[in-house]
């Protein structure tokens, strides 16, 4: 919301803090959310890869590609690990 509000108003700083803040999501962490070994947890520690983790996914690498050479792109540790949990984490999960 912040993201569209700063375009609109001809915002890049506000633009540039709304994805910035963002990718601070992008990250692993020791409780619910992404794990060090690319599952995803949620409602204390129900493997959801593809429940909210399917989201992040979508959302995660849509960003990533809609920001890509832009001064707004996401940088390249965070790419790398959405990537990471997408080979790494869920791809063994899917069938097909």
């Given at each position: 919301?912040?993201?569209?509000?700063?375009?609109?108003?001809?915002?890049?700083?506000l633009?540039a803090?709304?994805?910035?803040r963002?990718?601070?999501?992008?990250?692993?962490?020791?409780?619910?959310?992404?794990?060090?070994?690319?599952?995803?947890?949620?409602?204390?520690?129900?493997?959801?890869?593809h429940?909210?983790?399917?989201?992040?996914?979508?959302?995660?690498?849509?960003?990533?590609?809609?920001?890509?050479?832009?001064?707004?792109?996401?940088p390249?540790?965070?790419?790398?690990?959405?990537?990471?949990?997408?080979?790494?984490?869920?791809?063994?999960?899917m069938l097909?």
């Amino acid at each position: 919301i912040n993201a569209l509000r700063g375009l609109i108003a001809d915002d890049p700083e506000l633009v540039a803090r709304a994805y910035g803040r963002i990718a601070q999501e992008i990250r692993t962490v020791p409780s619910e959310g992404l794990q060090a070994d690319m599952s995803l947890l949620q409602h204390r520690g129900c493997l959801y890869n593809h429940g909210y983790g399917a989201s992040f996914a979508v959302d995660g690498t849509r960003l990533a590609r809609l920001l890509d050479g832009t001064r707004f792109a996401l940088p390249r540790d965070k790419v790398d690990l959405l990537a990471s949990y997408l080979l790494d984490g869920s791809q063994w999960m899917m069938l097909g």
